[in-house]
């Protein structure tokens, strides 16, 4: 199983130097497209995109996400850091659970 990643020029080689292959794209159609590539592949297991990436491509994301087993796509945060107002890994699994795990975030 393979991983490929697709983002910006600084992500994408920083992705490689871990020995993952990738694409760099600068606009939404070019990121369709590598996201469509990618997904064509039998070995493709895991898809890493930055968070800029994704937002772009949104629907097409949701779409392989929902619709398909493989490639399990993971959004990371680019070069320049995450997103604003994108909810932490542990939101998103408090909101799914219900439950609180842990100290909050930039508390004590």
Known sequence: ????????EDTVRGFRLAGVEGRVVADARQAAEALAEAAAHADCG?????????????ERV???RFERAR?????VPGSEGPLPDRRSLRQLVQAAVGIRLGAEEGGS
């Open 1 to 8: 199983m393979k991983f490929y990643c697709i983002a910006d």
């Open 46 to 58: 895991i898809v890493i995109l930055t968070e800029r990436v994704a937002v772009g491509i949104r």
């Open 62 to 64: 949701d779409a392989i």
């Open 71 to 75: 490639p399990l796509i993971v959004e």
